[in-house]
Every structure is written in C-alpha cells, then in structure tokens.
C-alpha cells in the first residue's frame, strides 16, 4: 500500500507535476498496488480515475501542518510517497509517528531564481527552506533528471540516498507532422 502526499492532486493542477504525480498513482494502480491520495483541496472529489482521494480543506500552504491527517492515513499505508513542496514535513513526520519508510520526490529546484520570483527579501528565505526540505532525513530522493540529481547532491543531498525516474511520454499521442508542400 502506498500512500501518496502532495499539497495539490488532479484535477487541481498548477503545473506539471500533478500530472506526472496522477500517472504514477494510475501506474501503480495498474501493477496492483493500492494506492491511496492525501491533498489539499475539495472534499467532495473523492476519487480521480479510480484512485482515492482525501482531500483537506485548507490551503496548499497550510498543507504543511497536515501532519495529524497525514499520519492517520499513514498507518495502513507500506510506503509513504510525497513530493517536494508543502507536503515534505507532514509526510516525514507521518513517517516517523509510523515508522513507514518515506520517499521523496524532487519534481523541480529553484535555488538562485527563488531571489528573481520573491524579490530580495522574501527569495532567500524561500532558497533556505528549500535547501532545508530537500536535506531532511527521508529514506529515498528522486529527481527527474540526473541534472536535477546533481543540482541536489550540491546542495548536499546524500548520493547514496538518491536515484533517477524520469517521467515517460505516451508515445501514442505523438505523430510525426504532415510534410509541407
């Protein structure tokens, strides 16, 4: 069982990584794994493509005090997935609460443009809190790229601790353009 914590889930999406996460989640579905989805968002969406939602009526940054929630979710779960932002801490302290094993995914890094997006005084603070995410004690990291991996392993992630998974493309959806005349 594996219980997968991200502050937003599909069809609550503001970018690609609810995408990439929601694939996942049918991936895994598709192997026979029960999965299971805790996020912020409408109670009333209950389920997306057949996998279960809770959804917690709050903010996607007050997601990060979901901690209580999250661990009673935890506690039937094998496996707890979460990604980087505001689902970090609740799903590392539901973890240790479970004693359940905690991956996390790393689905981008800002770093130096945090100063560019949140101005001089606020983008330091948002760099140190992502540094100081991406350096906490989970079981597994896993970055989307090997660039993205070594951006991580700068910063001091253990490289021991930490893999690759590249998102794939339904090559289906694809085809090559008509040739012009």
């Not at 192997?31 to 809770?54: F, H, K, M, N, Y």
């Not at 009526?57 to 505001?86: C, W």
């Not at 609740?90 to 689905?107: E, H, W, Y």
Request: glycine residues 10%; charged residues 20%; contains cysteine.
């Amino acid at each position: 069982k594996v219980l997968i914590c991200h502050e937003r889930y599909e069809p609550d999406v503001g970018g690609g990584g609810e995408i990439i996460i929601h694939n996942t989640a049918v991936h895994l579905q598709g192997l026979g794994v029960d999965v299971q989805v805790i996020c912020a968002g409408d109670p009333a969406i209950e389920s997306v493509d057949g996998i279960p939602t809770r959804r917690l009526p709050m903010s996607r940054y007050r997601f990060n005090l979901a901690a209580k929630q999250v661990t009673e979710m935890a506690r039937s779960a094998d496996l707890i997935q979460t990604y980087n932002y505001h689902a970090c801490l609740p799903a590392l302290a539901a973890g240790r609460r479970t004693g359940k094993p905690v991956v996390c995914g790393i689905m981008g890094l800002f770093r130096d443009a945090w100063s560019s997006m949140r101005g001089p005084l606020l983008g330091p603070l948002f760099q140190a809190f992502e540094k100081y995410l991406l350096l906490r004690d989970y079981d597994q990291l896993y970055f989307l790229s090997e660039y993205s991996r070594q951006d991580g392993i700068h910063l001091g992630v253990d490289p021991a601790r930490s893999f690759v998974a590249s998102p794939g493309v339904d090559g289906d959806r694809f085809r090559p353009a008509e040739v012009k005349q």
